[in-house]
């Protein structure tokens, strides 16, 4: 019984977790984006490498999709939606925690631009890595949390099996 009643809590303690991770990047990506749009009118050099430079993207990575119009918007927004329903459903059945971080991330991220696609037609970004005249697309922060949850995705294939399973694996198991 005792063995059972801590899988049990560490089960809820990585849902936790995921639910916390994700809602973060929600808040924090949407709360940054409205800043940039309220304050950044001119290009701010951070360092000689970043910069904050207000950008709207109405497509996908590296401005895809960006002259579909309004049937295209909803069309990404569906995809995305399916996509983070997958994504939520891994990462509530995973007792893995940086499985589920990674699930998190990437979930919080694609929200918060889902978000802003459904509010303003468009995703807000204002970083932007350049080197010299090389720029690198502008992006935002939950562009950066999808990027490292595929990174922490990678890492968990990688680091062993689910506990209490005997193979390692990343695919969901049935609870």
Do not use: Y
């Not at 207000?54 to 295209?72: E, I, K, Q, R």
């Amino acid at each position: 019984m005792v063995f059972t009643e801590r899988r049990g809590a560490r089960v809820l303690n990585v849902r936790a977790m995921a639910i916390g991770l994700a809602v973060t990047v929600i808040v924090v990506d949407q709360a940054t984006k409205a800043m940039a749009r309220g304050n950044l009118e001119d290009v701010v050099n951070l360092t000689s490498f970043i910069a904050l430079r207000l950008g709207f993207n109405p497509g996908v990575t590296f401005g895809l999709f960006a002259g579909s119009g309004d049937m295209g918007r909803w069309v990404l927004s569906i995809v995305s939606l399916l996509i983070i329903a997958v994504l939520s459903i891994w990462a509530w059945r995973t007792r893995r925690p940086l499985l589920a971080a990674g699930l998190s991330l990437m979930v919080g991220g694609a929200l918060g631009n889902l978000l802003d696609r459904l509010r303003f037609g468009h995703v807000t970004d204002f970083i932007d890595l350049h080197w010299g005249d090389m720029h690198w697309p502008t992006f935002n922060l939950a562009d950066a949390a999808i990027v490292c949850g595929i990174g922490l995705l990678l890492l968990a294939s990688r680091s062993g099996a689910e506990p209490g399973t005997s193979s390692p694996t990343i695919e969901p198991t049935v609870r």
